[in-house]
């Protein structure tokens, strides 16, 4: 599991020193207005909170304690404005973080003049900046404040990672490309590449005891293996363990931090399937334990993997990666993908041996090489948010969608691809509208409402947010 976000605490006073020679009962209250915040803080359970130890009241002083902020590795900084001070301490301090890609909140609850005027002052100079005003004990004060700082540690998070492409552009789709230049500019994120024929390579030089402990756990676990001797055998079986741990090997030498496996039509043609890789690279677990998972896009669907990274740092737990297939009369989604989709979602399950218990192992319908697909239906929840990262005219932008995943009976699958693993999902909007507005065949889901902290996210990489 990621660490909590990392949010910084400051807290501006008053800068007149007759001020305090007149009233100093002006004093305490800040600093109890201060204590206060830090506590509620550290009370919500899901922030690391660091703070400093005084009220600034002077430039000299916000700046260095900006600087301690900042060496201590805040993702967003929280300035509280409680009464009248200097503008000007609340510009120095946003410009300083903005500089270091830290953005920063300016919160207030009690008197106005201050935070308008430090509020106002960053508008006119363009200064990137939340503006939450409320009661600490407001559940709408702390979901502002709590999806702020996850978004800012999203953005923190993408900076200096690399993503890892097996093989090239399949099938000639635009929408599985990138331009890694301008991955740099928004995102801070590198593309390194690596041929297939390493995973071939490697695949041969697994260990066998490697391979045999997980065609054990797959037999021990998973509710069927249909071998048919054609298409799966047990020798094709075994390839795709060899396929997925050479490909996590490789993955973990080069340090990607997320990958995209091109498959088609080399290695699922002329080598054998590759659909464990993208399964159990995005899953929690494997038969050598629970482990870290690595976000892998099928098709190199580099858009897709970036969204599907971003949602797994937000999340913390595996994303969905699915073709939209059909649309019914309903309004219910039917999406599938021979690869991509996380057995963990077959039931959301700790334990390993609940979700594969739903897992059949079937012959693959894609190539012809041959190997086992992962069939499941993904569990429902009430609850969804599904995303994608698009271009329009070479600009960025996210699609942000609420819905639902819809119960459905294996028999379903029958009715599009049977022995691909599949999501039914309905979506808060016009599905037509959806469709015709929408930029891409793949879509990535994660279970939870997450609408807020992505809209936050594309301001903070100044990339446009669609909210259907």
């Known amino acids: 599991m990621k660490p909590n976000p990392i949010i910084g605490v400051m807290t501006l006073g008053d800068p007149r020193e007759e001020v305090f020679e007149r009233a100093p009962e002006i004093w305490q209250p800040t600093m109890d207005r201060h204590r206060k915040l830090v506590e509620s803080l550290k009370k919500w359970g899901n922030l690391s909170v660091i703070t400093t130890d005084e009220i600034v009241r002077s430039k000299a002083r916000a700046l260095q304690c900006t600087t301690d902020l900042l060496s201590k590795g805040v993702e967003c900084l929280l300035i509280q404005i409680p009464i009248w001070t200097k503008p000007i301490f609340a510009v120095h301090i946003a410009k300083k973080i903005q500089r270091a890609g830290v953005p920063c909140i300016i919160f207030g609850d009690y008197i106005l003049s201050g935070i308008e005027a430090a509020h106002g002052s960053l508008e006119q100079l363009g200064v990137y900046h939340a503006f939450v005003w409320g009661k600490l004990t407001n559940e709408s004060t702390k979901k502002e404040i709590v999806s702020f700082a996850k978004a800012a540690s999203v953005v923190a998070r993408l900076r200096d990672t690399t993503h890892g492409i097996f093989g090239g552009r399949p099938w000639g789709m635009y929408t599985t490309t990138a331009d890694v230049a301008q991955w740099q500019n928004l995102f801070g994120v590198d ?3 690596v041929d297939q024929i390493e995973i071939v390579r490697e695949a041969e030089k697994v260990p066998i005891d490697r391979v045999k402990r997980h065609i054990t756990w797959l ?6 293996i249909e071998i048919d001797g054609k298409v799966l055998t047990h020798e094709k079986l075994e390839r795709q363990v060899r396929s997925y741990l050479a490909t996590k090997e490789i993955s973990i030498q080069e340090q ?4 995209g496996l091109k498959c088609e039509p080399e290695l ?3 080598y054998v399937t590759q ?11 494997d038969a050598e334990g629970p482990k870290e998972p690595i976000v892998c896009a099928c098709e190199v669907d580099l858009d897709g993997a970036l969204t599907m990274q971003i949602l797994k740092l937000l999340t913390n737990e595996p994303v969905i990666f699915v073709d939209l297939i059909y649309l019914d009369e309903d309004g219910v989604f039917a999406c599938t993908n021979c690869g991509g989709l996380p057995t963990w979602y077959a039931k959301r399950s700790s334990d390993p041996s609940i979700n594969l218990r739903e897992v059949h192992l079937l012959p693959q319908a894609e190539g012809q090489a041959g190997g086992a697909s992962t069939q499941f239906v993904c569990a429902p929840a009430e609850t969804a948010t599904l995303a994608r990262l698009c271009r329009k005219a070479g600009k960025y932008r996210m699609f942000i969608i609420h819905g639902k995943f819809v119960e459905m009976p294996r028999e379903k699958l029958r009715e599009t691809i049977w022995p691909w693993p599949h999501l039914y999902f309905k979506i808060d909007t016009d599905p ?3 469709l015709k507005k929408y930029g891409a065949n793949h879509i990535h889901a994660v ?4 609408t807020s902290e992505l809209v936050e996210i594309c301001k903070m990489v100044d990339i446009e947010s ?3």
Do not use: A, R, S, W
């Open 191 to 193: 593309i390194e590449h």
């Open 219 to 224: 037999k021990d676990h998973c509710g069927l």
């Open 256 to 259: 990607f931090d997320f990958i």
């Open 268 to 270: 699922c043609d002329k």
């Open 275 to 285: 659909c464990f890789t993208p399964t159990f690279m995005n899953d929690p677990y």
């Open 432 to 434: 037509l509208q959806f």
């Open 447 to 450: 279970v939870g409402n997450y």
């Open 466 to 468: 669609i909210v259907m």
